[in-house]
């Protein structure tokens, strides 16, 4: 029985590949209109079909879900559906449900039938349920660079930066003690003696936390480096796989603002603000070594980390708000 085809729209404008045929046919049901252009830069199908199609749905911007096409599937599966027989042309649409009929669409030549389940199942392999996919927020990505981070081909290099900065702030404990010495020791009871000794030690440390520091310095670049091109290959396979109509509804102006936003991130990532944050975790240790020495000078250093704290917070919050307004006007452009 043949049922009456509706009037179609432009996006279901009938192509010639049956695979480009069905997926345009089931965008503009699922309402994500797709034009067959978007998609005919593929090659033609080969004997893997399947592939081809999954491939197509894909860069349409669809999850897929493939499953055998078994006769109780089909029956309970609600339309809209593909499903793809052993050749790489047999794709049939069901995009409808009459009582305990199908209505099964031709991909090429549009015409319309009622079928039923078992009738499908005979001819059918695999059935393809396709799902809109959510569009990839390019203004976050915080999950996708945790995943990033979190890779364990970084960890010895974190690993080698952060002992690096413990023993570098260890040792920077050395000048202040080696003055207190000198006072206590040298200039008070006239331990001249002590002195060598002390101006000995003094170098060696003072040229080990020199070559530890170029060390850190040099892996921290490589891990840098390495971090920039890892995010990039992230961004761009991000960009390679976002729907066509993706681009058509987003400003160029707004693509290349976010663009200079991972320019910002990339900076962060590879120059000096992480290691200063390694440095910041050791604030404690100099401020009990403070109130060792002196309990009013450790005083005077913590009250005056809330007012250096409160300046900087206005300083980021000023340049925070320049930064919006020029990222609304170069967007608006």
């Given at each position: 029985m043949t049922v009456p085809e509706d009037s179609r729209t432009p996006e279901e404008e009938v192509a010639t590949d049956p695979w480009i045929g069905a997926l345009t046919r089931l965008a503009a049901r699922l309402d994500r209109p797709l034009a067959a252009e978007d998609l005919a830069v593929e090659p033609a199908p080969d004997a893997g079909g399947l592939a081809y199609g999954l491939r197509l749905a894909d860069r349409a911007g669809f999850a897929s879900l493939v499953r055998r096409a078994t006769r109780r599937r089909i029956a309970r599966t609600p339309p809209p559906f593909l499903l793809v027989g052993e050749g790489t042309d047999e794709v049939r649409l069901v995009e409808a449900r009459e009582g305990d009929r199908l209505v099964v669409v031709d991909p090429v030549t549009g015409q319309r039938t009622l079928r039923s389940p078992g009738g499908l199942a005979r001819g059918a392999r695999h059935l393809v349920v396709l799902r809109r996919r959510p569009v990839p927020r390019t203004t976050g990505g915080a999950g996708g660079l945790r995943e990033l981070?979190?890779?364990?081909r970084f960890w010895p290099a974190f690993a080698q930066l952060v002992t690096a900065s413990v023993v570098i702030n260890l040792l920077a404990l050395a000048t202040p003690l080696f003055m207190m010495t000198v006072y206590n020791k040298v200039i008070r009871e006239g331990g001249l003696a002590t002195l060598d000794v002390l101006v000995i030690g003094m170098l060696s440390l003072v040229a080990f936390e020199l070559v530890l520091r170029a060390l850190r310095g040099y892996v921290a670049s490589y891990t840098g480096a390495r971090l920039d091109a890892a995010v990039g290959r992230e961004v761009l396979e991000r960009l390679l796989r976002?729907?066509?109509?993706?681009?058509?509804?987003?400003?160029?102006a707004r693509l290349l603002e976010r663009l200079r936003q991972l320019d910002q991130l990339r900076s962060f990532l590879t120059g000096n603000l992480p290691l200063f944050l390694v440095d910041l975790a050791f604030v404690g240790l100099f401020l009990g070594a403070l109130f060792l020495l002196n309990g009013t000078l450790g005083l005077v250093t913590l009250a005056a980390l809330p007012l250096f704290a409160l300046l900087s917070w206005l300083g980021h919050r000023r340049q925070a708000r320049h930064l919006?307004?020029?990222r609304r006007r170069v967007v608006d452009k």
């Amino acid at each position: 029985m043949t049922v009456p085809e509706d009037s179609r729209t432009p996006e279901e404008e009938v192509a010639t590949d049956p695979w480009i045929g069905a997926l345009t046919r089931l965008a503009a049901r699922l309402d994500r209109p797709l034009a067959a252009e978007d998609l005919a830069v593929e090659p033609a199908p080969d004997a893997g079909g399947l592939a081809y199609g999954l491939r197509l749905a894909d860069r349409a911007g669809f999850a897929s879900l493939v499953r055998r096409a078994t006769r109780r599937r089909i029956a309970r599966t609600p339309p809209p559906f593909l499903l793809v027989g052993e050749g790489t042309d047999e794709v049939r649409l069901v995009e409808a449900r009459e009582g305990d009929r199908l209505v099964v669409v031709d991909p090429v030549t549009g015409q319309r039938t009622l079928r039923s389940p078992g009738g499908l199942a005979r001819g059918a392999r695999h059935l393809v349920v396709l799902r809109r996919r959510p569009v990839p927020r390019t203004t976050g990505g915080a999950g996708g660079l945790r995943e990033l981070l979190l890779q364990k081909r970084f960890w010895p290099a974190f690993a080698q930066l952060v002992t690096a900065s413990v023993v570098i702030n260890l040792l920077a404990l050395a000048t202040p003690l080696f003055m207190m010495t000198v006072y206590n020791k040298v200039i008070r009871e006239g331990g001249l003696a002590t002195l060598d000794v002390l101006v000995i030690g003094m170098l060696s440390l003072v040229a080990f936390e020199l070559v530890l520091r170029a060390l850190r310095g040099y892996v921290a670049s490589y891990t840098g480096a390495r971090l920039d091109a890892a995010v990039g290959r992230e961004v761009l396979e991000r960009l390679l796989r976002l729907p066509y109509r993706s681009f058509e509804r987003m400003p160029a102006a707004r693509l290349l603002e976010r663009l200079r936003q991972l320019d910002q991130l990339r900076s962060f990532l590879t120059g000096n603000l992480p290691l200063f944050l390694v440095d910041l975790a050791f604030v404690g240790l100099f401020l009990g070594a403070l109130f060792l020495l002196n309990g009013t000078l450790g005083l005077v250093t913590l009250a005056a980390l809330p007012l250096f704290a409160l300046l900087s917070w206005l300083g980021h919050r000023r340049q925070a708000r320049h930064l919006l307004l020029h990222r609304r006007r170069v967007v608006d452009k």
